[in-house]
């Protein structure tokens, strides 16, 4: 608000020096029309006000309590008024409006309480002009004609009308002023609370520091984000590690909470104008991180994919041979010999690498799924009719009549696979639960299968997905690059995954319209 005014108060010393400056030249065209005028006073009223214009300008610049040194200038404006209607005639100075001007202004700056003061001030100096002059104490050198026939009842009504007015135009001025002032205080408060409304709800957080690098303000997420910031703290007390980035002003990558943040820092400078400041922004990159690994494990399956597919089948035919040459001398050996651990090692070794092969073909090959709407409890029923251990499968959280959207064989195989590793997550764990969870989501069915074992090694999260990634022993590491491969680029649905220890929750998400 002082800022504004600061622009008006230039445009009223501009308009103040013009009015000053027109007494001068009235008195260089009172001489130029033969009338004589002393211009000594004139100027000296001139370049005073030019002087104590010039200092107050530069105070106001500096000073942050304007409210006294604007009270200060429209006293010395007063006394000015004085002096120019004395120096011009007195009350036959046309100069007398000036007293209305200063009210006005008094009003404008200082507001109805100012407006008041001036016109205290306004009836002193014209009373002082008016009644000096009738009883001859003060009396203008250059008024045009003395009072002759002018009684004191007259001129008591005179000032009476002065005085009245002086004070009623301070009321309407000083009430338009504050009217002004409460609009525009109000539209300023609606302004911040606006913008303090968005910087609240953007979801990024914004922290602002002095150049002490004290808290000034901060939004919401940034106190989700570091638990003990508060306002007039030093940011080295909330978070020493980040500080240094903030000075340097470099991007800064960081991980908190296990999720990923990147922080920019910039310093505003006004060049002491106002103070300097800094502002943080810290935004949330873990989506952005994991879906850029998600790309990077999409191009490794797609390449991967169609190696398989190349080494599968140049494995598979020698692999028959070997296969068949072992049966050959398995039949050819004597009864005896047959019972030879190492034939059996042999066919089993053989067995497996079968497995991995068919596991490769089915993880390179891409066929069109034949999507339709399947009954999820139907589908479980059959899924879990072979499994030994379907007593520790808890499908109490199945509704009735809940349906997905999918190809049967292949949301079969996802599932035998999902089950038969949360079973083994569970295997040795006192009280094991296997949980299948059924939801309802905005595009999705989507299908959780929870256990209470072990949970999964952190080194391993990032590349859960990731072909050869297992921990059994007999395991091939292609179930969940397979699982991944039907859901995500076959289905166009999602698979994703939570765990810790005593919990983890595989979620398959399928939508229910299938292009």
């Known amino acids: 608000m002082f800022r504004k005014i600061g622009i008006r108060y230039r445009w009223y010393l501009t308009l103040r020096l013009i009015i000053v400056l027109s007494i001068p030249l009235m008195g260089v065209l009172s001489l130029i029309r033969g009338i004589q005028v002393n211009l000594l006073p004139h100027i000296i009223i001139f370049v005073l006000s030019f002087i104590m214009s010039v200092i107050f300008y530069i105070i106001l610049r500096r000073e942050t309590n304007k409210l006294f040194y604007y009270y200060i200038q429209m006293i010395f404006d007063n006394l000015l008024i004085f002096a120019i209607l004395y120096f011009t005639g007195g009350t036959n100075s046309i100069f007398e409006i000036l007293y209305f001007v200063n009210i006005v202004t008094g009003s404008f700056f200082l507001f109805a309480k100012g407006g008041f003061t001036i016109a205290v001030m306004s009836t002193l100096g014209y009373s002082l002009i008016l009644f000096g002059e009738y009883f001859g104490f003060i009396v203008s050198p250059y008024k045009l004609e003395p009072f002759r026939d002018t009684t004191l009842e007259n001129l008591i009504i005179k000032a ?6 002086y004070f009623l ?21 609606k302004i911040r609370l606006r913008i303090k409304d968005i ?25 989700e984000l570091f638990k003990k910031i508060e ?24 991980l908190k909470n296990n999720e990923y943040y990147t922080m920019t820092s910039e310093k505003i400078t006004y060049k002491g104008k106002y103070d300097d400041f800094y502002i943080i922004v810290i935004s949330n990159i873990t989506d952005i991180i994991e879906y850029e690994n998600k790309l990077i ?4 399956m797609e390449v991967i994919g169609e190696l398989s597919a190349s080494i599968a089948h140049e494995i598979r035919n020698p692999m028959s041979n070997i296969k068949g040459a072992a049966k050959i001398l398995l039949e050819e050996e004597p009864d005896e010999m047959k019972q030879h651990p190492m034939f059996k090692i042999v066919l089993e070794e053989i067995e497996r690498l079968n497995e991995l092969v068919i ?5 390179s090959r891409t066929r069109q799924i034949v999507a339709e709407q399947l009954a999820l409890r139907d589908l479980l029923k059959e899924t879990l009719a072979v499994e030994t251990k379907s007593n520790i499968i808890d499908l109490s959280k199945l509704p009735e009549g809940s349906t997905i959207v999918g190809d049967k064989n292949k949301i079969i195989q996802v599932l035998v696979n999902l089950i038969s590793n949360s079973i083994d997550a569970v295997e040795g764990i006192e009280n094991p639960l296997i949980e299948i969870i059924y ?26 997905f990731q072909p050869f990634n297992t921990t059994k022993l007999k395991g091939t590491g292609l179930g969940l690059a397979i699982a991944y491969k039907i859901i995500k680029e076959e289905h166009k649905g999602e698979i994703e995954f939570v765990s810790k220890p005593g919990e983890t929750i595989f979620t398959i998400k399928l939508r229910r319209n299938i292009d």
């Open 160 to 165: 009476f009308i002065y005085i009245l007015s």
């Open 297 to 300: 494990t999409k191009e490794k």
């Open 231 to 254: 306002t007039n703290k030093s940011f080295k007390d909330v978070d020493n590690e980040v500080l240094p980035y903030i000075t340097s002003q470099k991007r800064h990558q960081f």
């Open 169 to 189: 135009l301070a009321a309407i001025s000083g009430y338009l002023s504050e009217r002004l002032q409460v609009r525009s205080t109000e539209e300023i408060a």
């Open 359 to 363: 596991d490769f073909l089915e993880f």
């Open 199 to 223: 910087i609240e709800h953007i979801p990024m957080s914004i922290i602002i520091l002095n150049e002490s690098l004290i808290i000034t303000d901060f939004n919401k997420r940034s106190k």
């Open 439 to 464: 939801a309802r989501e905005e595009h999705y069915d989507s299908v959780s299968i929870k256990d209470n074992g072990k949970g999964i090694d952190e080194k391993i999260k990032n590349k859960i």
